[in-house]
């Protein structure tokens, strides 16, 4: 059910009104809490406002891909569980899903937060980490809280180890992880950029952009529904990107004691 | 005393016809989380869904406009539906509108009548068990909250409520916390504070 | 027993020190999930599960509808992260379906339908880790979240797993006893009449071994019932703390 009239939403981006007293470049309250599945191997649950979205790691023994016979595998996978909204049902991935996967995926996998080349065991063996993305709540920006709940959850995942052929998940050591990453994502809302929509901002949202950066690089982005922006208001996101991603990057490390 | 009782749980040892209640045996047990009063036989719930009465005012949005009925999305197990011919003007889908209960049809329909477009401002979702406290005797604590406010504020039995103007904001903060604090006294002192008292005596 | 190696009962101690009656903690936190109409987040031991209900909506597709009642629909999954093992197999597999109509169908001994014809309501049961007994803990997480739903119940359901070990009754497997007992048997009742309204059981069991069994759970239900009563009354008692 719509909530939000036309109206009503013109008059408050006007005067740079959000909920909760919220500037455009301001994000809702984070939390990020670490370890909450102690049977995966790492995980990580990331709260932003009354979004909520949990992320899972696990890592199987498996097969190089075969042009790449010395890495070992990334997958991504995403859930936008029915219990989250009345908008999301039962049923195989929606587009909208794959692309939350993905995006998130593109960031960590660019941002090289992983070397893939450490996760190979021997000719014919390599880790495969999967990597579960679970939405429990939709409020908009599950963007930006998959990345947060997927970086926390590996930067403090363990591996298993090979043994004498097999997999042993006692006494894993930590994953290495060598960067850190997080996303900024943006709504264009009438003719206002703001940052970490809601879920009425995102009703009633043109177009939307994530940008995922480390401390000086982009290493991902995406452009997301049917409207558009101008190169200067990219620009500009970029900006602010680099400035929001030190708040992000900060809660990422405190989550994971680092 | 009053006690809270879940669903299941007996509230009597005797058989009353409450709502919110069924008899089994001769005793009278629970349907929804509840408060029970055994001085006064009385059964305040603290959750449960809207039933539609005749002559209730209901807020809801315009979902379809088809060629002689408008259905409407009330928030509830039901659908509404306004006949075209009863309005004064074409709606469009996406309105929101007050109306009031026509009737309950046998296919669990809510006839509308009387639909009228609030223009602007947003709705808010309570839960429809709220309403009442929300309302408070006599209107007091919804014109306490749309005064101090300085918003305007219709209220559907369905557990949608329209807002428009002044401090929407804490309009809505108010709403939300009479909803979460709906069974703990002092509530109207605590709204009071919050969103300051309507009429101001001069000592 | 089962010639495994695994002594699950020695000197009348279970691996995690149980004794044989001793069911596992379980802490029950109401409404995690905004969005639904009631939700609760429940641990019961290592196993960690999350429900939501809602609903009552129009039935969709169309033909799914009763003109005469609400239809009850569930859907039960487990996180492809939530076992101690690899990674697993990702979407509804035929023990998660089964487990879905299974869970479903005790909510249709309670809830009062009728009330709400031609609608759908509902149950969403994900288990974010596993082990042993989630079908037992979806079922009463997802009592307590109909409850706060507000959709009418005649009672509050539980559900508990026995099994058996050697000649001993246990109680409340988890996922090594689970695996390796002789006799695995969850189990749900409708606690103000005491009804069954879910049982399976695989394995091998006499009619006594059966009654011991069922006492076991009903024992226990006493316990499992007073802590969904707390939790659903947290969510006022709380609040009313707060400010005197």
């Given at each position: 059910m719509r909530t939000l009239t036309k109206e009503y939403m013109m008059e408050r981006i006007s005067k740079g009104i959000r909920n909760?007293?919220?500037?455009?470049m301001d994000y809702r309250n984070i939390k990020l809490e670490v370890g909450l599945i102690p049977n995966a191997e790492g995980s990580a649950q990331a709260t932003i406002g009354n979004t909520k979205v949990l992320a899972g790691i696990k890592i199987d023994l498996s097969e190089p891909m075969t042009d790449t016979p010395e890495d070992g595998n990334l997958t991504t996978s995403a859930e936008l569980l029915p219990m989250a909204s009345e908008n999301y049902d039962i049923g195989p991935p929606t587009p909208e899903g794959v692309e939350f996967a993905r995006v998130v995926d593109r960031g960590i996998r660019h941002g090289n937060v992983l070397d893939t080349s450490k996760l190979f065991i021997e000719e014919g063996k390599v880790w495969s980490i999967f990597m579960d993305l679970y939405v429990l709540n939709y409020d908009g920006n599950i963007f930006d809280a998959g990345t947060l709940a997927l970086m926390a959850a590996l930067a403090t995942s363990k591996i298993p180890k090979y043994e004498d052929g097999k997999v042993v998940r006692e006494n894993m050591k930590r994953l290495e992880t060598s960067n850190i990453v997080t996303s900024c994502t943006f709504a264009k809302v009438i003719d206002s950029l703001l940052v970490d929509p809601d879920g009425a901002e995102e009703e009633l949202m043109k177009a939307r952009l994530t940008i995922t950066n480390g401390k000086e690089l982009i290493y991902a982005m995406q452009k997301g529904l049917g409207g558009v922006f101008m190169q200067k208001e990219i620009d500009s996101l970029i900006d602010a990107a680099f400035d929001k991603s030190k708040e992000l990057r900060n809660i990422v490390q405190k989550s994971t004691g680092d | 005393m009053k006690r809270i009782v879940v669903p299941g749980e007996m509230v009597d040892d005797k058989p009353l016809h409450l709502l919110d209640a069924f008899i089994e045996e001769n005793k009278t047990y629970a349907t929804v989380i509840s408060v029970y009063d055994d001085e006064k036989k009385m059964l305040t719930p603290l959750e449960g869904l809207w039933y539609p009465r005749k002559e209730e005012v209901v807020v809801g949005v315009i979902e379809e406009a088809k060629l002689n009925t408008y259905t409407v999305q009330l928030n509830a197990p039901y659908k509404g539906i306004i006949i075209?011919?009863?309005?004064?003007s074409a709606m469009n889908t996406g309105d929101m509108i007050e109306a009031s209960v026509k009737e309950l049809d046998k296919t669990g329909t809510v006839v509308l009548s009387r639909p009228r477009v609030l223009n602007g401002g947003k709705l808010l979702k309570i839960r429809p068990a709220k309403v009442h406290r929300l309302i408070g005797k006599s209107n007091t604590m919804l014109n306490q909250i749309s005064q101090g406010t300085g918003t305007t504020m219709k209220v559907g039995m369905n557990g949608v409520v329209w807002i428009r103007g002044g401090d929407i904001d804490l309009a809505s903060e108010a709403v939300f916390r009479v909803q979460e604090e709906a069974h703990v006294s002092g509530l109207t002192e605590r709204i009071n504070k919050m969103v300051g008292s309507p009429v101001q005596v001069q000592k | 027993m089962k010639n495994t190696g695994i002594k699950l009962l020695e000197n009348g101690r279970r691996l995690d020190g149980r004794s044989p009656k001793d069911m596992r903690s379980i802490k029950i936190i109401p409404?995690?999930?905004?969005?639904?109409g009631g939700s609760a987040y429940m641990e019961w031991g290592k196993n960690k599960v999350v429900a939501a209900v809602y609903g009552p909506s129009e039935a969709l597709p169309r033909h799914t509808a009763n003109p005469d009642k609400a239809v009850i629909k569930c859907r039960y999954m487990m996180a492809p992260f939530s076992s101690e093992e690899g990674h697993g197999r990702v979407g509804m597999n035929r023990r998660a379906i089964e487990i879905s109509k299974v869970t479903a169908e005790v909510f249709e001994n309670v809830v009062?339908?009728?009330?709400?014809?031609g609608t759908e309501i509902n149950i969403y049961v994900e288990v974010l880790q596993s082990d042993g007994g989630t079908r037992a803990a979806g079922i009463t997480c997802a009592a307590v979240a109909m409850a706060l739903s507000g959709i009418p119940m005649k009672d509050l359901p539980y559900a508990i797993s026995v099994g058996k070990v050697g000649e001993d009754i246990i109680l409340d497997l988890d996922k090594i006893e689970d695996n390796y007992s002789d006799a695995d048997m969850p189990v749900a009742i409708l606690p103000r009449t005491d009804s069954v309204a879910l049982l399976q059981m695989d394995g091998t069991m006499s009619k006594t071994q059966f009654d011991t069994a069922m006492q076991m759970v009903l024992d226990a239900g006493k316990i499992i019932s007073k802590l969904q009563k707390d939790a659903l009354m947290s969510q006022y008692t709380e609040q009313g703390k707060k400010y005197g």
């Open positions: 909760e007293k919220r500037k455009p | 075209s011919k009863y309005t004064e | 409404n995690p999930i905004k969005n639904a009062i339908l009728d009330q709400f014809p």
